[in-house]
């Protein structure tokens, strides 16, 4: 008998699931009754044909071609994503590795720079409207309405850009006498 799996979201990896009605003796002689046992099973992940034949479950919504300068690495990408899908998540699914941490666009990992066309993102909250407005965007919760050309920036300036006015008048300097303060009352 074949077990049920479930898949995982965003991940190559389903879950089967048993079920056991056979109750088990615990040390504590108690009788209990186990419902669900999981055991994980690594699968292959699935091969992603060029971009161009690549059918998107989206169906008929419109296609935009994205390009990404990787100034870090040094490579540029160029993949289709759909009006309706993440920049970022589309990326993956055709294994292109872009800066990303929380996905959630709340941190500045994935900022970008857009050169060319539109981005809309309605969820970026880890960069405010005004830059927005100077063509910053979050590729995590980027969603192209153009075909768009993107420079990735260092994390550390955006979130300065976004965040260092508020909480300091410069960049925090190491103070090594408050460290080893700090450190004695321990």
Not at 121 to 149: H, K, N, W
Request: with cysteine.
């Amino acid at each position: 008998m074949a077990l049920p799996l479930l898949r995982i979201p965003g991940t190559c990896c389903s879950i089967p699931f048993t079920t056991t009605t056979k109750p088990q003796l615990f040390p504590s002689k108690t009788l209990r009754k186990t419902t669900v046992a999981a055991t994980t099973e690594l699968q292959t992940p699935l091969e992603v044909p060029d971009a161009k034949d690549y059918q998107y479950p989206s169906g008929n919504v419109p296609t935009h071609k994205v390009k990404v300068h990787d100034r870090v690495r040094g490579i540029v990408h160029e993949f289709l994503v759909p009006e309706d899908q993440y920049i970022l998540h589309t990326a993956e699914s055709q294994n292109i590795n872009l800066p990303f941490a929380c996905r959630h666009g709340c941190c500045t990992s994935c900022a970008v720079r857009i050169k060319n066309g539109k981005i809309r993102q309605p969820e970026a909250l880890g960069i405010s409207a005004e830059l927005r407005e100077q063509g910053y965007a979050l590729l995590c919760v980027g969603f192209p309405t153009s075909d768009v050309e993107v420079e990735t920036q260092d994390e550390d300036e955006v979130y300065w850009l976004q965040f260092g006015r508020y909480f300091a008048r410069g960049p925090v300097e190491r103070d090594d006498y408050a460290l080893e303060l700090a450190m004695g009352d321990e």
